[in-house]
């Protein structure tokens, strides 16, 4: 097992919510850039969000639904996700980069990826 785990994944009807988190362990967490990821089935890894220092970033698809929040103290990142589509059904996925100078919206940047968690919705 990695250093990060995601959890909250399941089942929903279009409309729901659901909150994912992201868990790390011997990282120096907070300096980290945390990303979420995710991929349906057959396509690429999409970029969903980014929390940063000072900042955080979203996908137009999710604006609006999804919200990031980092808790340093738990070394955990939450994604609350309200008013799911059938379409943002796929594994979702965090993941840990180091702050540098490469783009925190390339995936191939980041350091550290939890083992993902599924995320269905569906009538």
């Known amino acids: 097992q990695g250093p990060l785990v995601e959890s909250g994944g399941g089942l929903v009807q279009p409309g729901d919510s659901l909150r994912l988190s992201c868990t790390a362990s011997?990282?120096?967490?907070?300096?980290?850039?945390i990303g979420w990821f995710r991929q349906a089935p057959g396509e690429e890894r999409d970029i969903v969000g980014i929390?940063?220092?000072?900042?955080?970033y979203y996908t137009d698809s999710v604006k609006g639904r999804f919200t990031i929040s980092r808790d340093n103290a738990k070394n955990t990142v939450y994604l609350q996700m309200n008013s799911l589509k059938p379409e943002d059904t796929a594994v979702y996925i965090c993941?840990?980069?180091?702050?540098?100078?490469?783009?925190?919206?390339?995936?191939?940047?980041?350091?550290?990826w939890g083992q993902g968690t599924q995320v269905t919705v569906s009538s």
């Open positions: 993941a840990a980069k180091r702050p540098n100078y490469y783009s925190d919206y390339d995936g191939r940047r980041y350091d550290y």
């Open positions: 011997g990282l120096p967490f907070g300096a980290y850039v």
């Open positions: 929390s940063r220092i000072g900042d955080t």
